[in-house]
């Protein structure tokens, strides 16, 4: 059974920095992607960032590309966000998630074709 495991979340004041890892066990992870998604209050879910756990391909929303930076341990089947230059609008419930993955098929950006998630964790950005 695959259990995604967020932690690293907090409080930050506006220009700071936050690291968020996504600890993974379960099963093999080589053909998976690996995503983080984030939820603010009375907003839809989006996509964040993405990473092909084989041969670490990486994909990012625009609203935080070139500030965010998503990476993985093999050794430690842990994903991370390195998320810098924050900013109030980043204040979301930050999440986890992971599905099977060909080689061939293009990364979804789509949450509902993620199979499996974290439980969350609570990023808050103050002004």
């Known amino acids: 059974q695959v259990q995604l495991v967020e932690s690293g979340g907090g409080l930050v004041q506006a220009g700071g920095s936050l690291r968020l890892s996504c600890a993974a066990s379960g099963r093999t992870f080589s053909t998976f992607v690996m995503g983080w998604f984030r939820q603010a209050p009375g907003k839809e879910r989006e996509f964040v960032a993405a990473i092909r756990w084989s041969g670490g391909d990486t994909y990012y929303a625009y609203s935080v590309k070139d500030r965010f930076t998503i990476s993985r341990d093999n050794a430690k089947n842990t994903v991370y966000l390195q998320m810098n230059s924050l900013k109030p609008e980043d204040t979301a419930v930050y999440y986890c998630?992971?599905?099977?993955?060909?080689?061939?098929?293009?990364?979804?950006?789509?949450?509902?074709?993620?199979?499996?998630w974290g439980q969350g964790t609570q990023v808050t950005v103050s002004s």
């Open positions: 998630a992971g599905d099977v993955i060909q080689t061939w098929q293009r990364v979804s950006r789509a949450g509902y074709e993620y199979d499996y």
